[in-house]
């Protein structure tokens, strides 16, 4: 999984070259929302930050404004040796948060049973977090282990945690800025590996949940200077 933050008009003139190599992906447009959870002192994001060879990030996702039961998805996400595996589980929003909120397991299903692993082994997970932002996708027409996506208006509030309400809070990023993603197993494409060379564009460190707690700590700075 590999990062870059690039302008809309690399962006753009990027996505001219997909077409040759890639496909919109099944969520091609969307404004992902995201509720993250952690432990009252967020150990699961300082851990991250530290950058272990292991760590892991438990969510739930949907890829619209949830109303009702709509269908969303429960994700562990982990991360060993810079290798991201995911495992995700979907369910109705309503068993999704009773699952994660009050640990009542909705199925017998592995990986159902992996995430109730990893509530109890942390024990007291509480929603913590609401991530938002308009994301493009892009699936490799061949390969469909590469994938690439873009998501700008990253925002973030630590109120009002549920997927059923609209999508907004404070930026993480310039609004005329783009994170692009590059999920792959084989390593990146010779037209991939051109355009960023031609375009001076580098890899970067950037986790959106992260960048968030960033934003929590200078936010209680601010409010004990001003208290």
Partial sequence: ELKYIINEQQMNKLIEILGLYMDEDKYYKSTIRN????TPNFLLIRTSIEKPEYKEKIRIRSYKLVS???????????KYKKVVYKRREVL?????????????????EQITKEIEYTLDFY????????????????????????????????MWRDYDLDLT?????????????????????????????????????YKQSFSKYGNVYKELLNKDKEEIKYA
């Fill in 92 to 108: 109705p929003y309503t068993a999704a948060r009773l699952f994660l909120d009050q640990k009542i397991r909705p199925n017998d």
């Fill in 35 to 38: 509720i993250y959870y952690d």
């Fill in 123 to 154: 024990n007291n997970l509480k929603p913590a977090i609401f991530l938002s932002y308009d994301r493009l996708a892009y699936i490799d027409k061949a390969d469909k282990n590469l994938r690439i996506t873009f998501d700008r208006n990253i």
């Fill in 165 to 201: 309400k609209d999508a907004y809070g404070d930026l993480i990023l310039d609004k005329d800025l783009i994170l692009m993603e590059v999920k792959t197993v084989m390593g990146l494409p010779r037209w991939l590996l051109d355009f960023l060379g031609e375009n001076k564009i």
């Fill in 68 to 78: 009702g039961d709509d269908e969303v998805f429960v994700e562990l996400k982990k």
